[in-house]
C-alpha cells in the first residue's frame, strides 16, 4: 500500500502557538488529502480537506498547505488552544482507485495552558 | 442525526475463535468502509461496501470478511484470530461512496484477543 508519511510523532505547543504538522506522499495519483482530528475514546472526525489543484485551504484556525512538486502537505493550527490538544491524521487517497484513505501513522498534540 | 454505531464497543475472545462486529452508519449513508487501527500500523483500511457490494479491499488476508444488508448496516466477521488481531475496528459510513464525501467515523470497537 503507498505510504503517507508523518511528522513529528509527538507535539508540544504553548497556548496561542502555531502547531504544524507535516505529511509526505509517494502516490502521484492521490488526489484528495484529508486531516483528521481524534480524541481518546472517539473515532476520527474531519478536520479540513483539500485537492491538489489548490495549493492552500483555510477554515477557521486551521490551514492545509500543499506542495503538489514536493508531495507534500501540511496542517496549520493558528492560536492553538488546549481544547486542540488530540491525535492528528493526514491521510490521502485516488478517489477512483480501490484502496480507501491511507493515513499517516498520527501525530499526538498537546496545547499547554 | 444519530451518528455512526458500533457494537460492541468492547470485546474479548482467544485465538482460534472468531468475532462479528457491527456498524450501523449514519441514516441514508449508503457507503460504509472498516478500518483497523493498532499503535503500531495506524490506521489501515480493510474493505468498503456501497449497496451491499464489496466495492474495494485493502491488503488484509481472508480471514477477514464482510457484508452489508438492504438497510446499509455493515458486519465484519473474523475468523480464526490471532493475537495480532487485537486492534480498535473503525467503521466510517458516507453518504455517496466517493471519498470526496465526508467520511464519518463511529467509536470503534476494541478488540482484545487473548
Known amino acids: 500500500q503507498q505510504q503517507v508519511k508523518q511528522s513529528p510523532q509527538s507535539l508540544i505547543v504553548q497556548k496561542g502557538g502555531i502547531s504544524i504538522i507535516n505529511c509526505a506522499y509517494e502516490n ?52 492553538s488552544q488546549p481544547g486542540d490538544s488530540a491525535t492528528y491524521f493526514c491521510a490521502a487517497a485516488l478517489v477512483g482507485g480501490a484502496d480507501g484513505l491511507t493515513f499517516g501513522k498520527g501525530t499526538h498534540l498537546i496545547i499547554q495552558p | 442525526k444519530a451518528g455512526v454505531t458500533q457494537t460492541p464497543r468492547y470485546l474479548i475472545k482467544t485465538r482460534g475463535q472468531q468475532v462479528t462486529l457491527s456498524c450501523s452508519p449514519i441514516s441514508g449513508h449508503r457507503s460504509v468502509s472498516w478500518y483497523q487501527q493498532t499503535p503500531g500500523q495506524g490506521l489501515q483500511f480493510l474493505f468498503e461496501y456501497f449497496s451491499e457490494t464489496q466495492r474495494n479491499k485493502g491488503n488484509f488476508p481472508g480471514r477477514f470478511s464482510g457484508r452489508q444488508f438492504s438497510n446499509s448496516r455493515s458486519e465484519m466477521n473474523v475468523s480464526t484470530l490471532e493475537l495480532g488481531d487485537s486492534a480498535l475496528y473503525l467503521c466510517a459510513s458516507s453518504s455517496a461512496g466517493s471519498l470526496y464525501n465526508e467520511q464519518f467515523f463511529g467509536p470503534g470497537t476494541r478488540l482484545t484477543v487473548l
Request: without cysteine; hydrophobic residues 40%; proline residues 8%.
Open chain 1, 28 to 79: 502521484t495519483a492521490f488526489d484528495y488529502f484529508p486531516w483528521y482530528q481524534q480524541f481518546p475514546g472517539k473515532g476520527p472526525a474531519l478536520l479540513i480537506a483539500i485537492r491538489p489543484d489548490v495549493s492552500e485551504k483555510k477554515e477557521g484556525r486551521f490551514t492545509i498547505s500543499f506542495n503538489k512538486s514536493a508531495k507534500q502537505f501540511s496542517l496549520h493550527i493558528m492560536d
